[in-house]
Nanobody, 123 residues
Framework: VQLQACGGGVVQAGGSLRLSCAASGRTFSDYNMGWFRQAPGKEREFVAAVRRSGATRYADSVKDRFTISRADGQNTVYLQMNSLQPEDTAVYYC??????????????????WGQGTLVTVSS
């Protein structure tokens, strides 16, 4: 599967952005989908994930501010980001997992990755 993430940009603290990740190459509903991010000088970290069933998981740092959703008919997963803070500045990556259980939070579980989209939050 090929993943294409978009929607990043520059936003002021307190603002919102919606990231999209379009998938092609295989039945989208076969995948659990996740979003990760990597801030400058830091390791990549889990942000959110959505299972085939629609069940979601979030990192504590984004819970109640970010919402992950999927539109299987459009082969797309979204990340709605509200109340953005400077510490949310990072390159955001989408990823796909073919496992049968819960959507993973560990990046090693994801087989396919998009190219990343940069989110910059100014104070």
């Amino acid at each position: 599967v090929q993943l294409q993430a978009c929607g990043g940009g520059v936003v002021q603290a307190g603002g919102s952005l919606r990231l999209s990740c379009a998938a092609s190459g295989r039945t989208f509903s076969d995948y659990n989908m996740g979003w990760f991010r990597q801030a400058p000088g830091k390791e990549r970290e889990f942000v959110a994930a959505v299972r085939r069933s629609g069940a979601t998981r979030y990192a504590d740092s984004v819970k109640d501010r970010f919402t992950i959703s999927r539109a299987d008919g459009q082969n797309t997963v979204y990340l709605q980001m509200n109340s953005l803070q400077p510490e949310d500045t990072a390159v955001y990556y989408c990823a796909a997992d073919t496992g049968l259980g819960r959507a993973p939070t560990m990046e090693v579980k994801y087989e396919y990755w998009g190219q990343g989209t940069l989110v910059t939050v100014s104070s």
